[in-house]
């Protein structure tokens, strides 16, 4: 260089350290949060849900409960709430039983490539529905349960993933994806324990309105 | 056709691969277009193509080879510009090459693939063979050990001839950032049942590319493309170079709380992805800053109007300028703090978010390097703007800000409607998809995407003649 | 109120920084940013020479 670089705001090892500390730094910082949340969202076991302590992302066994979303006064929004045992599909899983179910849902999931029309967690494509809470929304109660005739909610979902098509909603129809009858109680499982994930409120007053919304939208008298 | 672009000129094996990596990114961004233009269609009108080549099928195209021609343009650039920075010839071009061969064969089953098998049963092959099912990295895991070997390959190359040749600053932050950028795709490469732990991950991959390695590689080809086309000065522009990299990693490393939200970790993420995210675009403003500096200031020194060698390589370097800071930073910006994003997450919003992103960040620079290797393929020294340069850089330019505005306002009614007045689920989804603004949006949204196709087939016909016609003029 | 009481599932290290509006952030850019100033100075020593 012809003239002496004085400051050291214009010196290139300044900044080059700089980066390297900083990258370095917040690197380290990321490694180490990993570690705390890696604790915070891995599985929680079946003794858990039995003697009702709370994790982030309760065991595959949490099929056997009733779920619910409600607001909390301490976190100031919504949490999933694990009820009261209800059977699933007709019964009680074990915690084996559970997990493959679960298993066959997550990878059923995948393989059907629910992301590219869905999104589950808020991720995904915006095509269809977010699946988050899918298993707590009030459509599978009165209206899926009357048009595929099926006594319960978790019935009902299955007819419905097997044969999408036959139950429109829409003009945008859900392809049938070839879903067994099998696969579809993993996908109904999978979406069951995806809705008792604590998400910090997200979906924030889930279907809140949905009643109102029915009866035309209006709070006029 | 692509193979009209002759490579005569070239002086060295690394800048001939480089230009194979080109041709075959091009033909893949032509996909991705397609791809989208049926995507959009079916938003329209929904029975188009139902059952048979289903919405989740061409978005899961359409992404990937967004995806896929990005990483080829960006190894065809590092190839271009390697021997040019380090003074020697790549260290081992036969088996760089072959690498080359074995990617785009891989890369065009796991297409072909994708487009006939589509899905398959729930099981663990269907992952090994079909698709992974994972949004953006959907490519089967056979895909992935062979991508992971191809791309140690690729830098092992890279490497050898850095530790060979000068070490310049340029090169330095590429051989390092190309390192984590490979790491990085081993995150994404395996199963769980646990769905929060595999977005944690996933996002790992994601975020960690696009909004750390992907911009600090985009601040590496800025930097050596403004020496190349309008000689700036080494030293300026390694300067900006690291305090890129210094604001870059600075803010996006942990900037990655703000995916960490709402997939089921803990509630320390709002602060951490708040905040460090919400400076993500002060880079971005930096290398905006950077590039008219620079041009300005080669413009007054020497006197005379400025030489630049490459007008529309140019012209695209500028327009990333503007690009990255607009579309990664203010779009960013706009939904990124946990207050906003609790309504936003998966709208509309974020589709806007992601096409002007990857546009403005990446498409543009990468563009621009295409145009720098046809200038080098035909050996001009000076290469102006054509007509078909103009038109290419007008209508894409225009065509992705429509479709931006409009997936916008889409995904205003979507936020406003489906999310703060009804709460989601399934019936306030359709209920914010059936708006008439948000039909007519959507509309929109597909005749900018035609315009942007347009624009393609000029650059598309600019890449294949403009440097024969400037080989002409010259002689 | 400025500082509110923890409020997450799982207390952690840094559940625990998070007591209200920005202080955890805060915490994280001060001791990314504070490290600067020493190389700050060391490079000024060195430019001095």
């Known amino acids: ?221 | 056709m692509l193979i009209n672009i002759k490579s005569n000129s070239l002086t060295n094996a690394g800048q001939r691969i480089g230009l194979m990596y080109f041709r075959v990114a091009i033909i893949l961004f032509a996909a991705q277009l397609l791809m989208g233009l049926i995507a959009a269609t079916q938003f329209v009108y929904p029975s188009f193509l139902y059952g048979i080549f289903d919405f989740s099928v061409a978005r899961m195209v359409h992404i990937n080879a967004l995806v896929v021609w990005m990483l080829y343009a960006m190894i065809g650039s590092v190839y271009y510009m390697l021997t040019d920075e380090t003074g020697e010839n790549v260290a081992m071009a036969g088996l760089g090459k072959l690498a080359f061969w074995v990617l785009t064969l891989a890369i065009a089953v796991v297409v072909l693939v994708y487009i006939f098998v589509q899905i398959g049963p729930a099981k663990e092959s269907t992952i090994w063979l079909i698709n992974e099912g994972r949004e953006y990295i959907e490519a089967p895991r056979w895909a992935d050990i062979g991508i992971v070997v191809v791309v140690l390959i690729f830098y092992a190359n890279v490497f050898f001839t850095y530790l060979k040749g000068r070490k310049t600053g340029i090169m330095t932050v590429m051989v390092a950032n190309l390192l984590a950028l490979a790491g990085l795709y081993l995150a994404g490469m395996f199963f769980t049942d646990n769905i929060s732990m595999d977005q944690y991950w996933w996002w790992w991959v994601i975020h960690l590319w696009v909004e750390a390695t992907w911009e600090v590689f985009v601040g590496t080809l800025a930097a050596y493309a403004l020496v190349k086309f309008i000689g700036a000065k080494r030293e300026v522009v390694e300067m900006w170079l690291w305090i890129e990299v210094l604001m870059l990693f600075g803010s996006g490393i942990l900037g990655l709380g703000h995916h960490y939200f709402w997939i089921g970790t803990p509630e320390y993420w709002w602060e951490i992805g708040a905040l460090f995210s919400a400076l993500e675009p002060v880079p971005l403003v930096a290398m905006f800053v950077h590039v008219l500096y620079d041009w300005a200031k080669e413009q007054g020194e020497s006197g005379e109007k400025s030489v630049i060698t490459n007008g529309p390589g140019m012209a695209w370097i500028v327009t990333n300028a503007f690009g990255n800071f607009l579309g990664a930073g203010i779009w960013g910006f706009f939904h990124t703090l946990p207050q906003v994003n609790i309504y936003t997450h998966g709208t509309q919003f974020t589709s806007a978010h992601g096409h002007l992103a990857f546009f403005g960040a990446y498409a543009t620079i990468l563009i621009g390097m295409m145009y720098m290797g046809v200038q080098g393929a035909y050996g001009v020294k000076r290469m102006k703007a054509t007509f078909n340069s103009k038109m290419a850089i007008v209508l894409i330019t225009f065509g992705v800000l429509g479709m931006t505005v409009a997936l916008t306002i889409a995904g205003y009614e979507q936020v406003l409607v489906e999310r703060a007045e009804l709460g989601g689920g399934w019936q306030a989804f359709f209920a914010a998809q059936n708006l008439p603004w948000y039909i007519q949006a959507q509309l929109w949204r597909l005749i900018m995407g035609l315009v942007t196709f347009v624009g393609f087939i000029y650059l598309l016909l600019d890449l294949l003649t403009i440097g024969k016609k400037a080989k002409a003029a010259e002689a | 109120m400025l500082f509110d009481k923890f409020t997450d599932v799982v207390p952690s290290f840094f559940g625990m920084l998070n007591q209200g509006p920005l202080t955890l952030t805060i915490f994280l850019h001060t001791v990314i940013v504070l490290p600067m100033f020493w190389i700050y100075f060391s490079e000024k020593k060195k430019l001095g020479k």
């Open chain 1, 1 to 221: 260089m012809a003239k002496e670089n004085l400051s050291v705001w214009t010196s290139i090892s300044f900044w080059r350290r700089s980066a390297a500390w900083v990258t370095g730094f917040a690197t380290i910082l990321l490694i180490w949060l990993t570690f705390d949340t890696m604790g915070q969202i891995s599985m929680g076991t079946d003794a858990d849900l039995q003697k009702g302590i709370t994790k982030r992302v309760p065991a595959p066994t949490v099929i056997n409960y009733h779920i619910d979303y409600k607001m909390s006064e301490k976190r100031g929004h919504e949490v999933p709430v694990i009820g009261k045992k209800e059977p699933f599909f007709g019964k009680e899983w074990s915690p084996k039983e559970a997990a493959a179910l679960l298993h066959l849902g997550k990878l059923g999931s995948q393989a059907k490539n629910c992301m590219n029309c869905h999104t589950l967690l808020g991720n995904g494509a915006y095509y269809a529905p977010d699946l988050t809470k899918a298993w707590l929304d009030p459509m599978w109660g009165a209206t899926m349960q009357g048009m595929t005739g099926k006594s319960t909610k978790e019935e009902a979902m299955a007819e419905f993933l097997m044969h999408p098509e036959k139950y429109p909603t829409h003009a945008r129809m859900m392809p049938n994806l070839k879903i067994t009858a099998e696969e579809a109680k993993g996908l109904v499982a999978f979406l069951k324990h995806m809705s008792s994930i604590d998400t910090n409120g997200f979906p924030r007053g889930f279907s809140k309105t949905v009643d109102q919304f029915k009866a035309g939208g209006t709070n006029a008298h």
